[in-house]
C-alpha cells in the first residue's frame, strides 16, 4: 500500500487539494500498478508564518510579492 505525505504552506482551497490528491493517487495507480484502493495520501500544511524560505518567511514572501 502506497502513502504518500505531502508538506506544503496553508492557504490552498479543499478543491485544490483534493485535485492535488486525485492526481497523485492515479499517478501511482498507472506508474505502480496499485487500485486506487490502496493509496493513501495525507497532507501537512504548515501556517505560512511556520514556514521559511531564503530567510523570509512565507509571509513575508507574500506581502513582497504583492508588491
Known sequence: ?????????????????????????????????VDADAVVIQINEAPLHHKMKGGKSFVERAAAAKK
Request: proline share 3%.
Open 1 to 33: 500500500m502506497p502513502e504518500i505525505t505531502v508538506s506544503m504552506a496553508a492557504g490552498r482551497t479543499d478543491e485544490q487539494k483534493l485535485g492535488m490528491m486525485r492526481d497523485i493517487t492515479q499517478a501511482l495507480v498507472k506508474n505502480l500498478g
